[in-house]
């Protein structure tokens, strides 16, 4: 079955660095787009980055642009989210998700606690 399980995060102070990995199985990952979202507390899950199969195409939130990148290992199914520069407010639980054969599947998430 398909499944996404994401690691990497943590409690960092401001202005650091935390790579998320999102590990996949269950699919040909190769052939599919994935993307990261994210949850804070109170809040809507957003968008934070999207990735194509090939990964020649990245797309960002504006809250994000220049200081996350998106990036995929096809040969170890992974993708990852590197975040520097982080703030208080990018504090959420991330999510990875893909839509294969028109089905949503998420990962459980894993937290990021942003605070000095």
């Known amino acids: 079955q398909v499944q996404l399980v994401e690691s990497g995060g943590g409690l960092v102070q401001p202005g650091g660095s935390l790579r998320l990995s999102c590990a996949a199985s269950g699919f040909t990952f190769r052939n599919y787009a994935i993307n990261w979202y994210r949850q804070a507390p109170g809040k809507e899950r957003e968008l934070v980055a999207s990735?194509?199969?090939?990964?020649?195409?990245?797309n960002y939130a504006d809250s994000v642009q220049g200081r996350f990148t998106i990036s995929r290992d096809n040969a170890k199914n992974t993708v990852y989210l590197q975040m520097n520069s982080l703030k208080p407010e990018d504090t959420a639980v991330y999510y990875c998700h893909s839509i294969i054969r028109y089905f949503n599947y998420w990962g459980k998430g894993t937290l990021v606690t942003v605070s000095s």
């Open positions: 990735i194509t199969s090939t990964g020649g195409s990245t």
